[in-house]
């Protein structure tokens, strides 16, 4: 099922009036994106039912709701629901290939880092124009 609240990027139970604003916003983002997962017939049907919902939001069942602070459900100590962790004894030894292979993607991984910063921050001017006119 799809959620009209998820789809408008609103809490639930936002007043139909704040619903057209963020409809607004949602459509211009779906236009910029085109061909993306969500069009404006699912905004628009997302809309019709943020204001057609009739009662409290907090009577209604219907729509599933996604919550809007997760920390909400980290237990605040341990329990019977929130067992400490435990370490299971390692089954599987580290051989020198899969070194082999960390080392090498780790030294991928940096070059590419360094590659972007690079290229972010050196800027070469040579203090004059090429033939087409551009300053190097």
Same mark, same amino acid.
Do not use: C
């Given at each position: 099922?799809?959620? !009209?609240?998820?789809?408008?990027?609103? =809490?639930? /139970?936002?007043?139909?009036?704040?619903?057209? @604003?963020?409809? +607004? &916003? +949602?459509?211009? %983002?779906? %236009? $910029?994106? #085109?061909? /993306? !997962?969500?069009?404006?017939? =699912?905004?628009?049907?997302?809309?019709?039912?943020?204001?057609?919902?009739?009662?409290?939001?907090?009577?209604?069942?219907?729509?599933?709701?996604?919550?809007?602070? *997760?920390?909400?459900?980290? *237990?605040?100590? @341990?329990?019977?629901? +929130?067992?400490? *962790?435990?370490?299971?004894?390692? &089954?599987?030894?580290?051989? =020198?290939?899969? $070194?082999?292979?960390?080392?090498?993607?780790? +030294?991928?991984?940096?070059?590419?880092?360094?590659?972007?910063?690079? @290229? #972010?921050? #050196?800027?070469?001017?040579? /203090?004059?124009?090429? *033939?087409? /006119?551009?300053?190097?």
């Amino acid at each position: 099922m799809r959620n !009209p609240y998820l789809l408008l990027g609103i =809490d639930y /139970g936002t007043p139909p009036d704040l619903a057209r @604003r963020h409809f +607004a &916003r +949602a459509a211009r %983002r779906v %236009r $910029r994106a #085109a061909g /993306g !997962p969500v069009g404006i017939e =699912d905004l628009n049907w997302a809309l019709h039912e943020v204001q057609s919902r009739a009662g409290t939001a907090e009577d209604d069942v219907s729509v599933y709701r996604v919550p809007a602070n *997760p920390a909400v459900f980290t *237990p605040l100590a @341990r329990g019977l629901f +929130a067992l400490p *962790p435990i370490r299971l004894p390692r &089954r599987t030894e580290t051989s =020198d290939d899969d $070194r082999a292979v960390l080392a090498d993607e780790l +030294a991928k991984d940096v070059g590419e880092l360094v590659a972007a910063v690079i @290229r #972010a921050t #050196a800027t070469f001017d040579y /203090g004059y124009l090429t *033939p087409e /006119g551009k300053e190097l």
